[in-house]
C-alpha cells in the first residue's frame, strides 16, 4: 500500500500520540470556533512529528559488539558491555548515534539486574550488571533497541545480531576441612606437583587438555598425541565419580568437592556421564568444569571411586570409604565463620539468604 | 476491657503511621534540564493570568499567591510523596472553584445551572475571553496557584508529565478562550519541546551527540509557527455571539463585549439604518467599561429587558428615534439613554448591566424599531458645581487602568489639568478633550503600538482615530479618577429628511462619556471632526462614481437635504452635549470602529452582531491594494517582519554552519583559485597540499601513517591521472632539496587548478 520509504515500523510513543492528539483537537477548535493562537500549538507540533520521522527514517540496525563477561559459577555477578557498530564496519562506533531504550535479551539462566537501559547508541558503551543463574551455556543477545527521535514522539524496533555466549559453571560451596582431610593424608599433599617434568607421548584420550597435545608429534602421526607429565602419574589422585538423578545437585557438589581437593593440592580424576577428565593442582581446571557443566542424568560410571556422587530422587549423597554424608548437610556443617578464605564464597553463603539458582532445578530429578 | 481499647489505638497508630508514609517522602533537592522547559510553559500561563490581573486589578495579590505558591511547591517537593502531591493539586483545584465560587455575587451563583455552567464553558473555549468572567480577579487568584503548584511540585520531582500538563492545560485554556497571543503561545509550545528533548537526551551522551538536532528543530518550529498558517482559518466567533441562529444564552454574554484596537482601517459606504427621530444625536451602540491597554471589555451580565429602564437623574428630555434596518442588524442604535423599546425585536431584548440595550436575534432588512430615550439637560454651569461624591459601584467600575499603565500618562494629564486650572471633573474633561483636539492628527492609517494604547497615543502617536482619541480621554480620566467610559456607535449621519438621517457604515465612531454625580453620563468627543469630513466625503464622492450598491436610499444623494447649510450648525447647537466645545462642529463625523478586527476573518465578515456592524471597517492588512490615505506608513516593515527575517537569516546560518557548507565552499574556492604567487618553494607546496585535498575528496584522506609517496602510489593505482607525479616530483624537490625554479613551481600550480577544474562536475565539460 504505502512505499517502501514511509517504513510503516515507525510508530508514536505514548507521547507522540498525546501530541498528535493535541494537535487535531487545536485544529478541530480553530475550524469550529476561529483560528486563535492554535496555530503556535499546531505548527510545532507538526514540525516536532515530522523532524521525528525524519531523524528515525534513515536508520539501519546496528551490529552489536559485545564485551563478555567470563565464563564462571553460577550465583556469581558480572558486568555486561555492549556498544554498537554500524552494520558491515568492523568498528564501534555509529556515524549517527541514536538514542534509544535497549533491552538485552538473555537466556533463563541469567539474569539481568535491569535488562532495558535508555541510552545514545553508537558513542559509548552501555553497562548491564548480569547474574549467573543456572549452570550451563547461556546465550546473550539478540539485542532489542527501541529508537526514538530527540523528542521521543515517535520509535522504530530495532534486533541487533550477533548472539553470543557464555559458560555457567555450577554452583560452588565450600566443603569442612574434616571432610577433606578424611580423604587423604594431608602431609603427602603439595609436593612435587609440577608439570615441568616430562614422562612420555601417549594417544589422546577423551578428557585430556588440549593444552597438553604434542603438536609436533601430532603433526607426524596423523592423531593426537599428548604429552603425559611426572606429576601425572605420581602421587595419589583421587578419583570423584559423578551420577544419578538430579544433575543440577550432583553437578553443584561435585564442582565443591573437586575443586576444594585441587586447592587443597590434589589432582583429581572424575567420571561423569558424559565423559572423565583428569585435573592437577596449579593447572586450569576448565575442562573439569565443562564437563560438570553439561553434567546430564546418568549412571554413576565408577562406583568404586574414592568419592562418589550420586544424587537420588531427593537428595545427592557423597559416599567416601563407606561414610555416606548428605551434601546439603555437608553445606551447613560450614559454619560462616570458619569458612576458608580462599575458597571462593557464592553470595548466598554470606548473606544467609538463600538464591533462586541454588535450588536444584528440574531435570527429571525432582518427579 | 483494655485490650480492645489498646488493639483499636494500636491500629489507628498503625493507620497514621501508613498514612503518614504515603504523605512524606523525603528526597534531596534536584533540578534537572527539563525543569527549565517546564519553567517556560509555567511562565507562558502565568503571564496569561498576569494579563488578566493586570486589568482588572489585584496585581498585588497575584504576586503574592504566586510566589506563596511556588514556595510551598518547592518545599513540598523535598518531603511529600508524588501521590500525595497530585492530590494537593487536585484539592487546590477545587478548592480555588469553591473560594472563586463563594466570591461570586449571591445573584450570579443563583445563575450557575449545569446546562449553564456546560455552555459558559462552550463559550470560554469557543473564544469568548476569560475577562467575561464574573470577578476576574477572584477567578485568577483561585485557579492560578494550581498549574503553579504542580508545575513546580512535580518539575522538582522529575514527574515532567505532570509537570507540563497543569501549565500546558491553562496556557492552553487560554488559547482557547483567545487571550493567549501567538508569541506567549509559542513561548510555551517551544517550553514543552523544550522539556521533552532534554528529558530524551538526559540519557549517557544524549546531549552531547543530540544537542544540535534539537536546536535546529526548536528553531524549525519557531520559524515555521512565524511564518506558517497550518490551522484551518474558520470564519467562525465564539458560540455565544451566534445568536442569530442558535438562540443560546448566556450569564456571560449576550453580545460583543470586546473591542480590540487595530492599525489601519478602512470605511464602507452602505446605509446601514435610517432614524427618524424629533433630533438629531449620536447613535449610541454600545458601552464598555474595562480597559485592558489594548482594546476594551464589558464587564457583567444581561438580563432580559422588562419594561421601561430608569433615565439619568439629571434633568432629562424625551426623545423618540424610529430606527429602520437597512441591512441585518445587531443592535439598538439610539441617542443615550434609551430606555424603552417597542417592536418585535424588543421582546428579547437584553440590558447590560452598563444600561445598554442589545437584541437577542438580528434585526432584518426594513425592519423598524422604536426607541425611546431620555437625553440629559444638563447646563454645562450645574456640571461644574455638581459633587465629586462618586457612588461607589461607579467609582469601583469606571475608575479602573491596567496596573502597567505608565505613571506618565496621569502625570501628563494631571498638568493638562492644572493648566487649564480646572478644579472640577467637567472642566477637566474638557481641558483633556481640548488638548487631544488640539494635539493629534486624525489619520486612518496608523500602526498599532505594541504596548497601551492611550500611552502610546499620548507620547508615541501623532496621528489615530476616534478609537485612539476616545480611548486615550477614558484613560487620562481615569487617571485622575473621574470616572468615564468608552462608548461606541454612530456620528448622526446624513439628513435625508426634516427629521430623517441616513447612517452608512463609515459613520461608527467612538466617544467618551464621563460620570457626573446627580446628573448622569455626560458625552464628550475628543476626535476632531473637519479632517474626518473631508475623509468621509471624498470616500462617499467614489463610492457613488463607482457605483457601489447600498451607498443610497430613498431621499439621500449628492444633494443632501435642503436647507443643508443652516442644518449643519443647528444640529451642532441641538447635539445634547452639553460638552460640545466646537459649535461649528458637524457632528456627522465619520470615523471607524473595529470591534474585533484581530481576527481577519471577521472583517468584512456578514454577522451584524456586534456592538458595531462588522461591516463598517476592514483591516487594510487584510485587502492590502485597495484605497488607502497616506500610504507611506506602511513602506518600512514591521519590526514583526525584521524579527522573523533575522530569525530566518540566523536559521538558515546554523543550518549551514551544522553541514558544514561554509566549510566546503571556502575549500572550493580555495582550490580552485590559487592566492598571489609568493617564493616558488611555498608555491609547491601550497599547490601540494591543494592536490592531497583534492585526492582527499575524490578518493580517501591520506592516512597519518603514509608517507606522501606511498599515498601518491595507491591514488595512482585507484585510477587518479597522471599528472600527479608532476606536482608531486616538484614537491619532493622544493621539500628536499630546495632548488625548485619558477617555471616548475607555475607548472605545478597550474596543473594542480587543471585537476581541479577537471572535477568539477559542470564546469569540467565547458572546459574541455
Known amino acids: 500500500m504505502l512505499p517502501d520509504r514511509f517504513t510503516p515500523e515507525i510508530r508514536p510513543t505514548r507521547r507522540g500520540r498525546s501530541v498528535v492528539a493535541v494537535c487535531l483537537f487545536a485544529a478541530a477548535m480553530a475550524w469550529i470556533a476561529g483560528p486563535r493562537a492554535l496555530n503556535a500549538v499546531v505548527a510545532p507540533g507538526i514540525v516536532g512529528l515530522a523532524a521525528a520521522y525524519l531523524q528515525l527514517r534513515g536508520l539501519e540496525a546496528p551490529r552489536v559488539v559485545r564485551d563478555l563477561p567470563p565464563d564462571a559459577h553460577a550465583g556469581t555477578s558480572h558486568e555486561l558491555r555492549l556498544r554498537f557498530a554500524d552494520a558491515g564496519e568492523a568498528t564501534a562506533g555509529l556515524s549517527d548515534p541514536f538514542l534509544a531504550r535497549i533491552t538485552e535479551r538473555v537466556d533463563d539462566g541469567l539474569e539481568l539486574e535491569q535488562p532495558a537501559v535508555e541510552a545514545t547508541v553508537g558513542t559509548g558503551e552501555v553497562r548491564f550488571d548480569v547474574t549467573y543463574r543456572r549452570r550451563g551455556e547461556r546465550s546473550l543477545g539478540p539485542t532489542e533497541l527501541v529508537a526514538t527521535d530527540v523528542f521521543g514522539l515517535l520509535s ?34 603439595g609436593t612435587s606437583r609440577q608439570r615441568d617434568e616430562f614422562d612420555q607421548l601417549r594417544e589422546y584420550e577423551e578428557g585430556d587438555s588440549l593444552r597438553d597435545i604434542h603438536w609436533p608429534a601430532t603433526a607426524r602421526k596423523d592423531e593426537l598425541i599428548v604429552k603425559e607429565f611426572v606429576a601425572d602419574v605420581q602421587g595419589p589422585s583421587v578419583s570423584i565419580s559423578v551420577g544419578g538423578r538430579g544433575a543440577d545437585r550432583n553437578a553443584t557438589a561435585a564442582t565443591s568437592v573437586a575443586l576444594a581437593l585441587l586447592e587443597d593440592g590434589l589432582p583429581v580424576a572424575l567420571s561423569a556421564p558424559n565423559g572423565r577428565v583428569e585435573t ?12 560438570l557443566t553439561r553434567l546430564p542424568r546418568g549412571e ?29 548437610q555437608l553445606r551447613e556443617a560450614v559454619a560462616p565463620g570458619s569458612v576458608d578464605d580462599r575458597t571462593e564464597k557464592p553470595a548466598e553463603m554470606r548473606t544467609g539468604k538463600p538464591t533462586p539458582g541454588a535450588v536444584p532445578a528440574a531435570d527429571g530429578g525432582e518427579q | 476491657m483494655t ?21 512524606l517522602d523525603p528526597q534531596p533537592f ?8 517546564v519553567l517556560l510553559v509555567l511562565s507562558a500561563a502565568l503571564w496569561e493570568f498576569y494579563g488578566v490581573v493586570d486589568v482588572v486589578g489585584g496585581v498585588p495579590q497575584f504576586l503574592v499567591t504566586v510566589a506563596a505558591t511556588v514556595v510551598v511547591a518547592v518545599v513540598a517537593a523535598r518531603v511529600i510523596a508524588p501521590r500525595a502531591g497530585l492530590w494537593i493539586g487536585t484539592g487546590l483545584f477545587a478548592v480555588g472553584s469553591a473560594v472563586y465560587l463563594l466570591a461570586v455575587p449571591a445573584s450570579q451563583r443563583a445563575l450557575f445551572t449545569l446546562p449553564q455552567l456546560v455552555f459558559d464553558t462552550v463559550s470560554l473555549l469557543s473564544g469568548l475571553s476569560v475577562l467575561r468572567l464574573a470577578e476576574p480577579t477572584s477567578w485568577v487568584l483561585s485557579m492560578a496557584p494550581v498549574p503553579a503548584f504542580l508545575a513546580v511540585y512535580a518539575g522538582l520531582r522529575g514527574r515532567y508529565t505532570l509537570a507540563l500538563i497543569a501549565p500546558g492545560g491553562a496556557l492552553g485554556f487560554f488559547v482557547l478562550t483567545g487571550d493567549a497571543g501567538t508569541a506567549v503561545t509559542l513561548l510555551g509550545t517551544l517550553g514543552v519541546a523544550l522539556a521533552f528533548g532534554l528529558d530524551s537526551l538526559s540519557v549517557p551522551g544524549g546531549l552531547e551527540t543530540k544537542r544540535g538536532t534539537l536546536g535546529a528543530v526548536l528553531l524549525a518550529m519557531l520559524l515555521v509557527t512565524s511564518t506558517l498558517t497550518v490551522v484551518p482559518g474558520g470564519a467562525a466567533g465564539p458560540f455565544v455571539v451566534d445568536r442569530g441562529t442558535s438562540g443560546l444564552e448566556s450569564t456571560l454574554s449576550a453580545d460583543e463585549e470586546e473591542l480590540t484596537i487595530v492599525g489601519s482601517v478602512r470605511l464602507s459606504q ?103 430615550s431620555e437625553r440629559l439637560r444638563s447646563e454645562p454651569e450645574e456640571l461644574r458645581n455638581a459633587s465629586t461624591d462618586y457612588p461607589e459601584e461607579i467609582e469601583a467600575k469606571y475608575t479602573d487602568l491596567p496596573e502597567s499603565t505608565p505613571d506618565r500618562v496621569g502625570e501628563l494629564t494631571a498638568e493638562i489639568v492644572d493648566e487649564a486650572d480646572a478644579d472640577n471633573p467637567y472642566d477637566a474633561a474638557v481641558a483633556i478633550e481640548q488638548y487631544l483636539e488640539e494635539n493629534k492628527r486624525y489619520s486612518l492609517t496608523v500602526e498599532r503600538p505594541s504596548g497601551d494604547v492611550a500611552d502610546a497615543f499620548l507620547f508615541e502617536m501623532d496621528a489615530g482615530y476616534c478609537t485612539y482619541y476616545a480611548t486615550t480621554m477614558t484613560a487620562m480620566l481615569r487617571s485622575q479618577d ?29 466617544w ?32 457613488r462614481q463607482g457605483g457601489v450598491e447600498g451607498v443610497d436610499v430613498e431621499g439621500s444623494g449628492p444633494e443632501e437635504w435642503t436647507p443643508d447649510d443652516d442644518i449643519d450648525g443647528e444640529i451642532d447647537d441641538d447635539i445634547d452635549d452639553p460638552a460640545e466645545t466646537e459649535p461649528g462642529d458637524d457632528p456627522e463625523v465619520d470615523d471607524v470602529l473595529d470591534p474585533d478586527a484581530d481576527d481577519p476573518a471577521d472583517a468584512g465578515g456578514v454577522q451584524p452582531v456586534s456592538g458595531v456592524d462588522q461591516r463598517e471597517f476592514e483591516d487594510v492588512g487584510a485587502a492590502p491594494g485597495l484605497d488607502e490615505p497616506g500610504d507611506e506608513e506602511r513602506t518600512l516593515p514591521s519590526r514583526d517582519d525584521v524579527g522573523y527575517g533575522a530569525l530566518l537569516l540566523f536559521g538558515v546560518a546554523v543550518a549551514i554552519r551544522h553541514r558544514g557548507w561554509d566549510r566546503r565552499a571556502y575549500r572550493g574556492v580555495w582550490l580552485r583559485y590559487p592566492v598571489r604567487r609568493r617564493d616558488p618553494e611555498t608555491d609547491v607546496h601550497r599547490a601540494f597540499a591543494r592536490l592531497e585535498y583534492l585526492l582527499g575528496r575524490r578518493y580517501r584522506p591520506r592516512r597519518r601513517t603514509e608517507t606522501p609517496r606511498t599515498y601518491l602510489t595507491a591514488m595512482r593505482l585507484r585510477g587518479a591521472d597522471e599528472r600527479i607525479e608532476e606536482v608531486f616530483d616538484a614537491y619532493e624537490r622544493a621539500r628536499y632539496r630546495g632548488d625548485v625554479s619558477r617555471a616548475e613551481a607555475d607548472a605545478a600550480i597550474e596543473t594542480v587548478e587543471e585537476l581541479a577544474w577537471e572535477s568539477t562536475p559542470v564546469i569540467r565539460r565547458l572546459r574541455r
Open chain 2, 270 to 372: 452602505e446605509v446601514r439604518f435610517t432614524v427618524e427621530s424629533d433630533e438629531p444625536a449620536q447613535w449610541r451602540t454600545g458601552i464598555y467599561d474595562e480597559y485592558t491597554g489594548d482594546g476594551w471589555t464589558r464587564s457583567g451580565e444581561t438580563t432580559l429587558y422588562d419594561g421601561e429602564l430608569d433615565g439619568p437623574p439629571g434633568p432629562t428630555e424625551r426623545v423618540t428615534q424610529d430606527v429602520t434596518a437597512r441591512t441585518e442588524m445587531g443592535v439598538f442604535p439610539a441617542a443615550a439613554q434609551p430606555v424603552a423599546l417597542e417592536g418585535p425585536t424588543a421582546q428579547n431584548a437584553r440590558v447590560t448591566d452598563l444600561g445598554g440595550i442589545h437584541p437577542s436575534v438580528t434585526i432584518r432588512d426594513g425592519e423598524t424599531v422604536r426607541i425611546e
Open chain 2, 482 to 510: 473621574v470616572p468615564a467610559r468608552f462608548v461606541t456607535g454612530y456620528t448622526t449621519g446624513e439628513r435625508i429628511g426634516e427629521h430623517e438621517w441616513a447612517v452608512r457604515g463609515q459613520n461608527a465612531h467612538a
Open chain 1, 156 to 189: 522504530r524496533e530495532f534486533d541487533c545480531e550477533p548472539v553470543d555466549s557464555v559458560l555457567v559453571y555450577p554452583e560452588r560451596h565450600p566443603i569442612p576441612e574434616q571432610f577433606r582431610f578424611g580423604l587423604y593424608d594431608h602431609e603427602d599433599v
Open chain 2, 30 to 37: 534536584a533540578i534537572e534540564p527539563p525543569f527549565v522547559g
Open chain 1, 300 to 328: 554413576v560410571p565408577d562406583p568404586d571411586a574414592d568419592v562418589v556422587i550420586e544424587g537420588t530422587h531427593r537428595r545427592t549423597q557423597i559416599r567416601t570409604d563407606g561414610e555416606t554424608h548428605r551434601f546439603d
Open chain 1, 280 to 291: 592437577f593442582p596449579g593447572g586450569d581446571p576448565r575442562q573439569l568444569l565443562e564437563l
Open chain 2, 3 to 23: 485490650d480492645p481499647l489498646a488493639d483499636r489505638s494500636e491500629r489507628v497508630r498503625r493507620c497514621l503511621r501508613r498514612g503518614v508514609d504515603a504523605v
Open chain 2, 512 to 543: 467618551v462619556e464621563v460620570y457626573v454625580p446627580e446628573h448622569g453620563w455626560v458625552e464628550f468627543d475628543p476626535t476632531p471632526s473637519d479632517p474626518r469630513d473631508s475623509v468621509r466625503d471624498a470616500r462617499l464622492v467614489e463610492a
